[in-house]
């Protein structure tokens, strides 16, 4: 049982240091957002050291962790420490296998003997609900969760290369996505496909970073049958899924409008 939020290990042999939490988006537009206003605000070069090093780590209830802001009011980036445990990391990761493991800064313990692994922008409780994931604290997990932030786990997943540890969740969470039900049947309705909008591009990230053959060949579907142009996305699809439909689009329409 964990002690507190942030402790994922009570023997803990690393911290893993989130920068800037909860600066990256779901949506482009509000990251974009984010990032201006950010940009704007001009660290205090009369701010104190101790100011300047202070870290979010007394965070003790959900709440504060989604409404953290990735910067202070100095202008200074905002920090999150989690005690965590490198063997659990290494196991569920190749990532952080990598990191902890190899010739790089993360490597080496700092003067209190801890591991540091930093990394920035994740989204707080995403990076709370994977860490309680690969740290065997599987009651904290939420049985339910909405679709920005399934989004925001799968951006992790993708990163660190960690759908194993990750998939058996999926498996509820995805019961809550509202229409996923729709595209995860194999009798799936073509005829009363809904315009592929902002929704349907993130269950179609959603179905391919959880390998959901299904949902992903119905939204794909649905993407061809209802989009007349090219698909642009920030979310991490490859480029080649996202040219495919566009060449099978233009196909489509060359057919449709032989002239």
Not at 168 to 181: L, T, V
Request: aromatic share 8%; with cysteine; proline share 5%.
């Amino acid at each position: 049982m964990k002690k507190s939020l942030l402790e994922l290990d009570p023997d803990a042999d690393a911290l893993l240091i989130l920068q800037s939490p909860n600066l990256q988006q779901v949506h482009a537009a509000k990251e974009a957002d984010l990032r201006d206003t950010t940009d704007k605000a001009e660290p205090k070069p009369n701010a104190s050291a101790a100011k300047g090093k202070k870290k979010s780590k007394t965070l003790t209830d959900l709440k504060k962790i989604k409404s953290l802001q990735p910067y202070r009011e100095d202008g200074s980036r905002n920090e999150v420490e989690f005690w965590v445990s490198t063997k659990h990391l290494c196991i569920a990761s190749p990532v952080f296998r990598k990191m902890i493991q190899g010739n790089f800064q993360e490597s080496q313990p700092n003067e209190n003997g801890l591991f540091e692994i930093r990394t920035s922008d994740w989204n707080t409780r995403a990076l709370l609900v994977l860490l309680d994931i690969i740290h065997g604290h599987h009651r904290q997990v939420p049985r339910d969760l909405d679709l920005d932030t399934i989004v925001q786990i799968g951006f992790l997943v993708d990163y660190c290369d960690c759908l194993e540890v990750v998939e058996i969740f999926f498996e509820r969470w995805q019961a809550h996505i509202s229409d996923w039900r729709k595209y995860s049947w194999n009798l799936f309705d073509k005829g009363s496909v809904d315009p592929f909008s902002e929704s349907q591009l993130l269950m179609l990230f959603v179905a391919f970073t959880f390998r959901h053959e299904v949902a992903f060949k119905n939204l794909t579907v649905s993407a061809i049958l209802t989009t007349s142009g090219h698909i642009e996305t920030h979310l991490p699809i490859p480029s080649q899924i996202l040219g495919m439909y566009t060449c099978l689009i233009y196909h489509m329409d060359k057919v449709a409008n032989p002239g």
